[in-house]
């Protein structure tokens, strides 16, 4: 077990992951169930581990650095293995009115004007795949047409 332990602290160190993510890393490399369970429950024990810690500061860093929109982060959460009640936790203090000022921005950034359709309808399609809901995405564009 040890040695999982120290490579699974190492693996940390680089890069933070949930709980589900180190699991199937360790079963990868050979791991058995019982030593990654074992180094699972030490490694939560101390702290080092943590997916409420690890969603908040994905969703954090996702919206900050990323410019995504909820949807596009819920996904990704989910995708790692955080448990849908954490995500959920992760995402409550990003309400429509901030989505609707960073996806205003993202496009204020990205288009110069949005003088025809063809141009609102790239930036939609722009704004729903950063994962902004229709609506938010929708009146963004409204906003970013408006000057």
Known sequence: MEDALARAVATLRRRERSVGELDDWLAARGVS??????????????????????????????????????????????????????????????????????????????????EDDAARSRALAYLTRRGYGYEIAHSAVRRAEAG
Do not use: C, N, P
Request: glycine share 6%.
């Open 33 to 114: 169930e019982s030593e990654r369970a074992a180094t699972l429950e030490r490694l939560l024990a101390l702290g080092e581990l943590d997916d409420e810690r690890f969603a908040q500061r994905f969703a954090d860093d996702k919206r900050e650095l990323a410019g995504w929109g909820a949807d596009r982060i819920r996904d990704s959460l989910l995708a790692r293995q955080v448990d849908r009640e954490t995500v959920e936790r992760a995402l409550e203090g990003d309400g429509d009115d901030e989505q609707l000022e960073r996806a205003t921005a993202l496009l204020a950034r990205r288009y110069d004007r949005l």
